[in-house]
């Protein structure tokens, strides 16, 4: 929760101090950077991904699970099924594509995007998602029993930025094909959260997405990420969306110190 306070508090002096230069329901400041000086490229198996998403994601409807934000949020209902814009149809389109028998989300939160991973999953497949919070005590909560009766969709109530939790999960963790993780997008969780990850030993070189990677205190860790990494924030969530591709590689450059 410390965490989340320091990011709203660090928000708001942004906004008094450098305020948009025009009306926009919600503003986030960022940075551009150089590409030449990347540390990492896209991998032909990424460029592959994610052209056959966007392609996929433009057929995607989520109007039923848009029907669950009726009078929940102050933004439109419909934008769950927003795209480009927001990144719900994208990762809809993602598990169609991979068709993973395993999806782990990190931070449930409301649950739309746990829905929205869920409504195209293969027959034998599974999304599991952790979060700190359990999804009936979660503010406004879009899931509802009948969505984990059937235990295509779980929930784990853990912390995986916690090294301990990490372990005791680690069989799951090393089956997953795709992991989204949107959790507090502070950069040091995230951090924490793919140090533990280098401990797992993932069987199937599973594709990471991260959410809000255009956010400023997101930079610093998805510039240092050394795996392969393609950024689709024109396809995906207008604060950003980020694929990665787990490899044998370390998990950071230089100055992140983290090997796999």
């Known amino acids: 929760m410390r965490n989340k306070f320091q990011v709203r508090v660090r928000e708001a002096i942004q906004r008094r101090l450098f305020p948009s230069p025009f009306p926009v329901r919600h503003a986030l400041y960022s940075m551009v950077f150089s590409e030449d000086d ?3 490229r896209p991998s032909e198996r990424l ?5 056959h998403t966007i392609q996929r994601a433009r ?3 989520l109007a039923e699970i848009s029907r669950r934000l009726s009078g929940r949020f102050t933004y439109p209902d419909s ?6 814009g927001e990144h719900y149809r994208l990762l809809a389109a993602l598990v169609s594509v991979l068709r993973p028998k395993l999806v782990v989300e990190i931070g449930t939160a409301e649950g739309n995007s746990a829905l929205a991973l869920a409504q195209e999953l293969p027959p034998d497949g599974q999304v599991v998602t952790f979060d700190i919070v359990a999804w009936h005590q979660y503010p406004r909560s879009c899931l509802m029993a009948a969505d984990l009766s059937t235990g295509r969709l779980r929930q784990i109530v853990a912390d995986l930025g916690d090294p301990a939790a990490c372990a005791q999960y680690a069989d799951l963790l090393r089956a997953a094909d795709l992991v989204f993780i949107d959790a507090v997008k502070d950069g040091a969780l995230e951090r924490r959260i793919l140090q533990n990850f280098s401990a797992a030993c993932f069987h ?21 990420i050394q795996l392969p990494k393609m950024d689709l924030t024109s396809f ?8 990665c591709e787990w490899t ?13």
């Open 204 to 224: 199937n070189s599973p594709i990471l997405v991260f959410d809000d990677i255009r956010v400023w205190n997101m930079l610093k860790i998805r510039r240092e």
């Open 59 to 61: 057929t995607i409807d």
């Open 79 to 84: 934008t769950i099924n927003l795209w480009p």
């Open 38 to 40: 990347a540390v990492s």
């Open 47 to 51: 460029l592959d991904i994610s052209v």
């Open 248 to 260: 044998g590689l370390p998990v950071f450059g230089t100055n992140g110190g983290v090997g796999m």
């Open 236 to 243: 995906g969530h207008w604060c950003g969306t980020g694929l």
